[in-house]
């Protein structure tokens, strides 16, 4: 089982993102994707989760309308979207797995690191 | 949702056990047992090391344990070694059917 996420970027405040993670080694379709927030130095900070089955979404209070989550099964990939991104954005994203009824996140993504800058 | 509450940071000696505590509310910990610790060492992902307050994944050291008495769960390391030096954060399912963490305990291993 391994999540592998995208590479890091570096954007200007307003201009919009996609970040990835790839699934192998399991059903795709059978476990949700979570996605967690590190700023750097500071800690996590769960941000929403999909179930690539049917792009069933829950997003965190805090999160919701600042993001959008979405996955695509063809290519066992989740993603995440900003459309105007911040320099509050700035940040290490990880993606983790979740088993459907389960409470934990595991195995996590390698992390992708998004920094807003002008 | 605020965040779990955690010491900032703990320390022990080599052979010793420490425990990290994580407080929340009625409406996550304290409502549920659906507890979980992730370890994260520096510039790594996190790892899982407890779930459901008390339950060890399969390869995750006997020296790793979880705990929880109302409000407040709790991580103990025994036989402290010193690749357990990292940070370590808790988790709470909650009544939202959302997920909130802890700030973080930084541990050091003397």
């Known amino acids: 089982v391994q999540l592998v996420q995208s590479g890091a970027e570096v954007k200007k405040p307003g201009e919009s993102l996609k970040i990835s993670c790839k699934a192998s080694?399991?059903?795709?379709?059978?476990?949700?994707i979570g996605w967690v927030r590190q700023v750097p130095g500071k800690g996590l900070e769960w941000m929403g989760l999909?179930?690539?089955?049917?792009?069933?979404?829950r997003y965190s209070p805090s999160f919701q309308g600042q993001v959008t989550l979405s996955a695509d099964k063809s290519i066992s990939t989740a993603y995440m979207q900003w459309t105007s991104l911040k320099a509050s954005d700035t940040a290490i994203y990880y993606c983790?797995?979740?088993?459907?009824?389960?409470?934990?996140?595991?195995?996590w993504g390698q992390g992708t690191l998004v920094t807003v800058s002008s | 949702q605020s965040a779990l509450t955690q010491p900032a940071s703990v320390s022990g000696s080599p052979g010793q056990s420490i425990t990290l505590s994580c407080t929340g509310t009625?409406?996550?910990?304290?409502?549920?047992?659906?507890v979980s610790w992730y370890q994260q060492h520096p510039n790594k992902a996190p790892k899982l090391m407890i779930f459901?307050?008390?339950k060890r994944p399969s390869g995750v050291s006997n020296r790793f344990s979880g705990s929880k008495s109302g409000n407040t769960a709790s991580l103990t390391i025994s036989g402290l070694q010193a690749e357990d030096e990292a940070d370590y954060y808790c988790?709470?399912?909650?009544?939202?059917?959302?997920?909130?963490f802890g700030g973080g305990t930084k541990l050091t291993v003397l």
């Open positions: 009625s409406s996550d910990v304290g409502g549920y047992g659906y």
């Open positions: 459901d307050v008390t």
């Open positions: 080694g399991y059903s795709f379709t059978s476990y949700w």
């Open positions: 988790s709470s399912y909650t009544a939202n059917s959302t997920w909130v």
């Open positions: 983790a797995r979740r088993e459907v009824g389960a409470t934990w996140f595991d195995p």
């Open positions: 999909i179930y690539p089955g049917d792009s069933n979404t």
